[in-house]
């Protein structure tokens, strides 16, 4: 693939202005490091978009122009509107990647993806966690070992109420007794999705070179150079059919009415 | 279990009142050709709801009272209420039982659920279906051979956009050239989902003894005693943290604010 | 189902003879210790057979008589003669239920269902396990809280070299950091099969109530009351083909040779 | 990937040799058509392995050099030594490709992956098949319109016994009455494996250009350039353990005995 992919990187940025600590290990906002260091990849072409923005940034121009996006949420769900969720629900299906970052699990768009409550167990205690790697020889996990160790993380804990993923590419240890599936892919519709769960604002998670690997690699595997655009049609026979003594009425009304 | 399962026949109720045909072959509606066909079974204690009454007749008390609720809908999907699909689709993620029928595929509740577009191709002719029983050993095809044969029937045609079942159970035949995923098992949350494709309107689809045979089957297999209500708990550490020192501030905000 | 269950334990029964250890946690074979708990219950009817029986006690008779199979087996897996592995294997796919214990990960009736490797990081240091239910809905953990915790348990950790299995039921958290799938359900042919990863021969884990409970349920849940037997057939057209005008000839070999 | 995909072609290479209609229709064998049709891209490396040559072509070396194998076999399958078989299993789960072609359902190597029967329905009368794309978006499918039509196919139809494939890419339906599952997509271990149903030595199916495109693009998508090979290793803690007080013996035994 010689053209680019584009990636839209979503940030609710509301932490980042509001909490000190967040301020401090974030000053652009968590959406600019991630921009950073995805921007170093010569096939990837990286925009913003945040939710005080117009359209929370996202514009039909950007999203008919976004191959790959990825998502974080946390406090502001809820502000994030049904319209432009919608727009990105079906870009989705249509074949865009969606990439979605830790509390990004109980925004709006991975809920209406997934059909499900999305929750868990947390705690934020600055404990280690150890991502097991249990597909190694997925796109996603390219030049990552046997774990990912993270000296401070938010716990998030089973049951994740989820559904049963297509693949489950990492599991967390966590040092206060609870696990949980970290890495999550999926498909629906055309589109590719993967669920990371690392990525608390009070930790510097994003500028982990371990993590920041297993985001662009999720980008490159996210991307899709096809559309798709499902439709309900009424569809002629392909094959000749029998004679019908045929004394049923029709409906005859359109599925979607 | 010697308790009755509590099961709720949900149906738009429209066709069968403005289409003649319809009304010839379902005078009482189909919710009630359903409902007695299922109340022969001394283990299911059959209830109707339909669109035009109250709540379209899911009050909360009859859906807390609900097992296994199934669901027929087609001209007037986006009639039915979001309040009250809400309410549904929590009821599935917390246990209850839903078996999603024919046109229903397009319904709210069954695109909240799946999380795609549901489309499909379609085409009113009266011909000729063939479901093959690829799981013979599933509760929901006991007493059901080979295949089922519809001698009359609407075409529905692959692509349908849904999120791979976790259990295909039939893939049907049409006299017309196409093939279609028609018995389709999934969980959400802690419910147990069937659509299940037979059902159209202007044929006698839900007076065919394996019809009624599958229907009932599915009731009793999604039927669960549990119930579950999933939040997203602040939860205490199991094992003793190491000493952190933590110079990192705390979001401290709830998951869901 | 008022038919009992027929269940046969089949246990290596090699390190309780060699082993002070364990023949002091296990005098009469953990296959005793199994029959014993089941044995409660008076749905089930209980069988054992060992190693060193003559066909390793799983004569045609006692396979044909056997609803749901239980495996536990270590040191001696490939003393298991491949012709008993074979009919095993011919009776989980017409629908008997196999229930794989702890190291019998490595059995040759596993690895044969499975299609890999199934081998896995492994440690005997009587650290803590804590197995996490994430599916409280599941017929197999009913009666089972959140989390089991087993004081002293051998580590085995991830990567499981398993294919992704139809249902993930429990996952381990391990003292010294890892974590493992330790409840995996299958279908295999017409069968199902249930791995779990308890039932280290060194610690007194069959005498804990809640595994007790766990393999009782996966011992109802596997059993299944038909039998299938698959076979190749030559099959005649169901609808009425088109004029051929063949000039191809026809390869008629029987696809089994 | 500058590096090229390094493709072995086995076919069994028995029909070509013994009737006249296959020996017309693929004078120098199945094995070399699919050479051709492949070795027009610029990125295959291939070569052939047929079951009368020594170590059927499989030599440890040829092995090794394989990134991706195409399997074709029929009447012989039984004539394929177990200790091949061994070593493509092996060459699989490390990380080969593996894509298995019509009759090839019922080899040795697709069964020992798939742990099932692999049995289906077969009639042999040149009827017509129509194989519906239901993954447009999947690498496998690119160029591949709806769906692909061969006016004279071999049936094979449901109950096809295989476990539940990791997606689903072709359904067919045939002119008789039946449906297949056409194209299955598994991992085992760190191979990919693709099932694809066409392919009957007497009628020209390696000739359609088609048929030719899916084969062409499952190469490409089965080939990976890691390998794995797992073992079962004792491996020390992480964490540091708690003091026990261990009265327990050890089995210190290897699991592999």
């Not at 584009?6 to 940030?11: E, Q």
């Not at 072409?45 to 117009?54: G, S, V």
């Not at 790697?133 to 030049?143: A, F, K, L, S, Y």
């Not at 489950?168 to 890495?183: P, Y």
Request: aromatic share 10%; hydrophobic share 35%.
């Amino acid at each position: 693939m010689s053209k680019k992919i584009n990636v839209t990187v979503w940030n609710e940025y509301v932490h980042e202005l509001k909490n000190e600590a967040v301020k401090k290990l974030y000053p652009n906002g968590m959406h600019n490091t991630i921009k950073e260091f995805l921007s170093t990849n010569e096939d990837l072409e990286i925009r913003t978009a945040t939710l005080a923005e117009e359209n929370h940034g996202l514009s039909d121009e950007v999203l008919e122009n976004t191959d790959v996006m990825l998502w974080w949420g946390h406090m502001a769900h809820k502000k994030v509107s049904d319209e432009i969720v919608e727009k990105v629900h079906k870009r989705v299906l249509e074949g865009m990647g969606l990439i979605v970052l830790h509390s990004g699990h109980f925004s709006k768009i991975f809920q209406k993806l997934m059909g499900t409550n999305c929750s868990l167990k947390w705690r934020e205690e600055a404990e280690k966690e150890r991502l097991w790697n249990i597909e190694p020889n997925h796109p996603i996990t390219q030049g990552i070992g046997e774990y990912i160790e993270l000296p401070n993380a938010e716990m998030y804990g089973e049951r994740f109420d989820i559904p049963t993923p297509d693949k489950l590419i990492f599991i967390s240890w966590f040092e206060g007794g609870e696990v949980f599936r970290s890495g999550c892919v999926y498909e629906r519709g055309h589109g590719k999705i993967f669920y990371f769960r690392p990525g608390h604002e009070t930790y510097p998670i994003f500028y982990n070179p371990e993590i920041q690997k297993v985001i662009t690699n999720a980008t490159r595997w996210a991307a899709q150079s096809n559309r798709f655009i499902d439709n309900c049609p009424n569809s002629a026979p392909l094959e000749k059919l029998s004679d019908k003594n045929i004394d049923f009425g029709k409906a005859g009304v359109s599925q979607v009415s």
